[in-house]
């Protein structure tokens, strides 16, 4: 059973299995409660700029960073200065924190950063990004170098409690935002539900009806979607869909939600032959992965690999002997409104 099955069947929805962690997760959840609570009440530290934080509740990909590219770039167009965090996960600045981009260049350790760090900075053209689990180090390297800088954006840090968040932003998805509604590990939670009383914006990701669950947390809320900006071939030359459609597609992918991927090329009428399901964060090994995909190229005999941007950071290294089409995923508001942004900032 693969890790996204083990998910839908015991922790998206209640199974044998999720009832018998359950007890585990009643303690995990009094642990988070607790937690949240002596930091509201110690204080985290502040920062000589706004402090903007996106996150979620759940464990896995709920659409934090497409929305951090969208957010960033509406406020860069009001001529905001700002900058970015993200924790660079599995990167080599996990641990120790770096400024990977600034206002003019990407720097080539950005390469080595993480996925989701290296496609903010390739993303945001004029906005700093700095990689690295330490926030409020991360916050302390922005300042120093940006004495200008008016506000910076956290991207997962809802958790991230030692750092005075000014404005806490809040995205669930609109299926299944809950899972089963258990905290892990009998669950996809964080955190118990409750702590949504501390968002100050929430999110909806996806169409789809209102959870009604929200109705008891007085927020504003606003709903966005993903929509395909283009495809583009080895992220360089853009391909039309027909073009695509003639031609024979496999899917290669290690994301939290392998499923959505596949939604939209259903939503784009676009057909495959397989899809090859990897880890979310999965760094791809020129060696071994290479032979597998390699393998299925050659059995199923397609002509093009399909792939998202930030599994395309690290396929490009791969060398494969066929062209790899990336989909280029932008987030928008179903209803085209920043004022409510606007306001809160």
Not at 11 to 23: A, E, T
Not at 39 to 52: E, F, L, P, Q, S
Not at 239 to 259: C, F, H, N, R
Request: hydrophobic content about 40%.
């Amino acid at each position: 059973m693969s890790s996204q099955d083990f998910i839908r069947r015991h922790l998206i929805k209640r199974s044998l299995l999720s009832f018998m962690l359950y007890p585990l997760s009643l303690v995990w959840g009094i642990v988070q409660r607790y937690r949240r609570d002596f930091w509201k009440m110690k204080g985290g530290k502040r920062a000589n700029v706004k402090i903007i934080s996106i996150g979620n509740i759940t464990a896995g990909g709920s659409g934090k960073t497409p929305f951090t590219i969208w957010l960033a770039k509406q406020l860069q167009q009001q001529g905001r200065k700002l900058a970015v965090s993200h924790r660079g996960y599995k990167g080599d600045f996990e641990y120790k924190n770096s400024i990977i981009s600034d206002r003019e260049k990407i720097f080539p350790e950005a390469a080595k950063a993480g996925d989701e760090a290296l496609l903010l900075a390739e993303k945001l053209a004029g906005i700093p990004v700095c990689a690295g689990s330490d926030r409020w180090q991360s916050i302390q390297l922005l300042e120093d170098k940006y004495p200008d800088l008016e506000m910076i954006i956290l991207d997962d840090s809802f958790q991230h409690l030692k750092v005075h968040h000014d404005l806490d932003i809040v995205i669930l998805k609109t299926v299944s935002p809950l899972g089963n509604g258990f905290v892990l590990p009998a669950g996809i939670l964080r955190e118990p539900v409750s702590v949504l009383k501390d968002a100050d914006l929430i999110i909806l990701n996806g169409k789809g009806d209102f959870p009604d669950f929200l109705r008891n947390y007085k927020k504003i809320t606003r709903q966005g979607d993903y929509r395909v900006s283009g495809i583009f071939l080895n992220n360089k030359i853009e391909i039309g869909l027909s073009e695509l459609a003639a031609g024979k597609l496999g899917i290669v992918s290690g994301i939290a939600d392998p499923a959505s991927l596949e939604n939209t090329l259903s939503d784009l009428n676009l057909s495959y032959n397989f899809h090859l399901k990897f880890p979310d964060h999965y760094h791809y090994s020129a060696n071994s992965d290479r032979v597998t995909i390699e393998k299925q190229i050659k059995t199923s005999q397609v002509d093009y690999i399909i792939t998202t941007e930030k599994d395309y950071t690290k396929l490009r290294f791969l060398s494969l002997s066929i062209p790899v089409a990336v989909l280029r995923i932008e987030f928008y508001l179903l209803k085209d409104d920043f004022s409510d942004f606007s306001a809160l900032l």
